[in-house]
């Protein structure tokens, strides 16, 4: 019973990814690395209960705990990045932020 | 029930607990009403940094603490006290470059990174790695965006942060199938046995395909950390876009937590012991390209913190080379690469510091200096900045007697060992590409020293009209400058005060694991290195 469960996670894992790669708000772009966060989630519960090697754990879940944890705090980084950054250029496009670059010769 | 093995007495953690108590307390006087108050929160860190060397030295010399997850030995003790002490350098580095309104979230958050950076080492389990790494790289991404008031700090600590979030997932879902193939969170034998059975297929097809994603996506998660090639993109903006003393601490903070964390991967498969071929030829490829490309985009830079940003790419490639030869020929640093790893780290962290710490001292026309022109002619108005430049420049190239030069020899001399001892072995075509690998590295350190010879030439030999000085405000990041001389001249000249404590540490890593029989070629040139 364990491979339905990965092949959610891993759905919406590489949904989170293709939407990190292909959109250009910088919004969506966070929601999308929220969303890989839940494959993974998804992934730890999963391998907890079916473990493929020995009894199954908690230790899945203690871990998707930790995950959460870590992905809280990088949603309070990310938002203020987003306030400061829509007020600086009052606009949330990735493609707006090119100042730096390489100097072409 | 969790299997977190026996419990530890919290007094093992006083180190860390001491620095993230000072980190919170800059962070509460940062608020403070008077500002002489504010004004003494560098003063503050660098004490609580300084405190806690102390502490170690008193008590954790010898500490072998180990349980709940956490196993202190002497690799936490090398980290501990190298991470301190460029903590110390980092400060002054960075004494008088937050806004006063931002100086106790600034070195708050430096702290929070350093304690990170300590307790990567130890960690003895998937999650407590990766919330350890998670404390090293979250405060970076403040750092980079405080560092400055302009708006190319905030472009920088943007994109960063963006990156990093994802990269951070990306190593997190590997970890998640590196639990469920071996059943357990504790880096220990016993997970290694698990993903080395499934690496090899013992356990089945689907074990084998969960392992293979796992250590994939791991390895590429970790190699945003250390800005090896597949996950490089970002350096060039965000070093640039961070302030001198920052991008400092990138070099070094960040990169030695990845290099040790990549480690301990490494040691869960056996690809050491010339098993697990696939992997072999992934690192052997992100090795060669990583240096490479750093140095092909380095040298065609004449902005110096886009020079020195990619060729931190190149340094890590040089570090790959190691990382690949391994633990397993034993005897010190010239055959086993990952003391050459926590040495070299640590060296091109100083170097580094050093000379990003001299470009934020510098000014031209009461501008900060970015470029290679903007430089030129230091050595008539301030000749001891620019010969502690030349000096860094140096120990970048790896010219001898730098500490460099003895790093540069234990990266490649231990790939040589071990290419040399195994090509007689069943895996000698395997050794062969070893020694290619080398040969790449020895003629990327040749192209590197173009660019840095670019810039010691600049500053020593070259003249110009209006030549960089010294900012007298920033007294205290020239003070970090030349202590960060003063050690790389330490270690030229006493290159063992680090050797031994760099080997000691990777002594752990040099047992092989029980299923692998490997024959260890006698520890030999142990001479040469001094």
């Not at chain 1, 790669?21 to 999308?32: A, H």
């Not at chain 1, 995950?67 to 009052?90: C, D, I, M, T």
């Not at chain 2, 937590?257 to 052997?284: C, P, Q, R």
């Not at chain 2, 050595?379 to 730098?402: D, K, N, Q, V």
Request: proline share 4%.
């Amino acid at each position: 019973m364990l491979l339905p469960y990965v092949l959610v996670g891993a759905a919406l894992f590489v949904l989170g990814l293709v939407g990190f790669v292909t959109r250009r708000n910088l919004i969506v772009m966070f929601l999308c690395t929220e969303l890989m966060f839940q494959g993974i989630i998804v992934n730890l519960v999963a391998f907890g209960r079916y473990p493929l090697r020995g009894e199954p754990t908690l230790d899945g879940q203690i871990f998707s705990m930790f995950l959460l944890v870590v992905a809280a705090s990088e949603a309070a980084l990310g938002l203020a990045l987003v306030v400061l950054l829509y007020r600086n250029k009052g606009t949330l496009d990735a493609n707006a932020w090119t100042t730096l670059k390489d100097a072409t010769a | 029930m969790p299997n977190l093995g026996p419990a530890i007495s919290l007094s093992a953690f006083v180190p860390e607990l001491i620095l993230s108590a000072v980190g919170c307390l800059v962070l509460l006087l940062g608020v403070a009403q008077r500002e002489s108050v504010r004004r003494s929160i560098p003063a503050i860190a660098i004490t609580g940094i300084i405190a806690t060397i102390i502490v170690i030295f008193w008590r954790y010399t010898n500490a072998n603490d180990v349980g709940g997850g956490f196993a202190f030995e002497p690799l936490a003790y090398f980290v501990r006290l190298s991470g301190l002490v460029l903590g110390v350098l980092l400060t002054l580095a960075a004494w008088a470059q937050p806004r006063d309104a931002e100086r106790g979230e600034f070195f708050a958050m430096m702290l929070f990174s350093l304690t990170g950076l300590l307790l990567v080492a130890p960690a003895a389990n998937l999650v407590l790695l990766f919330v350890a790494l998670e404390l090293v790289s979250i405060p970076t991404y403040v750092l980079v965006t405080l560092s400055r008031s302009n708006l190319k700090a905030l472009e920088a600590g943007t994109k960063y942060f963006y990156l990093g979030a994802m990269s951070a997932a990306l190593m997190a879902y590997g970890f998640s199938f590196l639990y469920g193939v071996s059943g357990t969170i504790a880096i220990d034998a016993e997970m290694a046995s698990a993903i080395q059975d499934a690496l090899a297929g013992r356990s089945g097809a689907l074990p084998q395909a969960l392992a293979v994603v796992g250590l994939l996506t791991s390895l590429a998660g970790l190699l945003f950390k250390v800005a090896a090639v597949p996950m490089h993109f970002y350096i060039g903006d965000v070093y640039q876009g961070a302030a001198n003393a920052v991008a400092g601490l990138l070099g070094f903070v960040p990169k030695l937590a990845g290099m040790i964390a990549l480690i301990k991967l490494l040691a869960l498969t056996s690809v050491w012991y010339n098993h697990d071929e696939a992997l072999f030829w992934v690192l052997w490829v992100v090795a060669a390209l990583s240096m490479t490309v750093g140095n092909v985009l380095a040298l065609m830079q004449s902005n110096v913190k886009r020079m020195l940003a990619y060729s931190g790419i190149a340094h890590s490639g040089y570090m790959m080379v190691a990382l690949l030869a391994g633990p397993a020929a034993g005897g010190g640093m010239l055959g086993n690469g990952i003391a050459a790893i926590l040495y070299y780290s640590v060296i091109y962290g100083i170097a580094n510091l050093g000379a990003f710490a001299i470009l934020g001292v510098l000014r031209v026309r009461g501008q900060a200096c970015e470029h290679v022109r903007d430089i030129a002619g230091l050595l008539r108005r301030e000749p001891g900045l620019a010969l502690l430049m030349a000096l860094a420049m140096f120990t970048l190239m790896g010219l001898p007697p730098t500490p460099g030069f003895w790093g540069k020899m234990g990266l490649f001399g231990s790939a040589l060992h071990v290419a040399q001892h195994a090509s007689s072995g069943p895996a000698g075509p395997q050794a062969t590409w070893l020694t290619v690998l080398v040969i790449i590295g020895v003629v990327n350190s040749a192209i590197a020293a173009a660019y840095y010879l670019r810039v010691a030439a600049a500053v020593l030999l070259h003249d110009s009209d209006e030549p960089a000085e010294a900012d007298q405000r920033l007294e205290f990041a020239g003070m970090g400058a030349f202590m960060c001389g003063f050690l790389l001249l330490v270690f030229s000249f006493y290159p063992n005060a680090l050797l031994n404590s760099g080997t000691s540490a990777a002594l752990r890593f040099e047992e092989a694991p029980a299923a692998i029989t490997a024959a260890a070629p006698p520890p030999a040139a142990e001479s040469s290195a001094r």
